[in-house]
């Protein structure tokens, strides 16, 4: 991806996609896509201002980058691991009790991913509480 498109996908207004998805609606091919394409690229875009930023730690700022792709691997791992899953259990043609329980769990392990990231950042956003109030 070239660094104009990167540019481009990372400023885009997702907030519409992802409130589509938050309703429980499905994306077609192109907003799933594009939902990817962008995540991916403010993903970048975040490593390549850490990168550049000469008042950080070396260490800290490469462990930093490395757990960032580490989380981006992972990500493109669960997501492919959702859709073989979905397929496997399509193959089984459970009945309506197991496709309802296959549902539930599966939802159930991404509101507890989706649970994680809320905990985590509400910490994040705490840590940095005290700067706010010094300026």
Known sequence: MTGVMRELLSSLDLQPTIEKVDQGDSLDFVQYSLLRESA?????????????NAELEPTARQ???HDLRTLQHACQRVSHLLQTSCLALRRLQLDY????????ALESQLAY????LRRSLDSFDRSSWPDRHRR
């Open 40 to 52: 991916d690229a403010k993903l970048y875009q975040l490593m390549h201002k850490l990168a550049g």
């Open 63 to 65: 462990q930093s980058e």
């Open 97 to 104: 009790p197991d496709q309802h329980l296959a549902r539930e």
């Open 113 to 116: 991913m989706q649970a994680c």
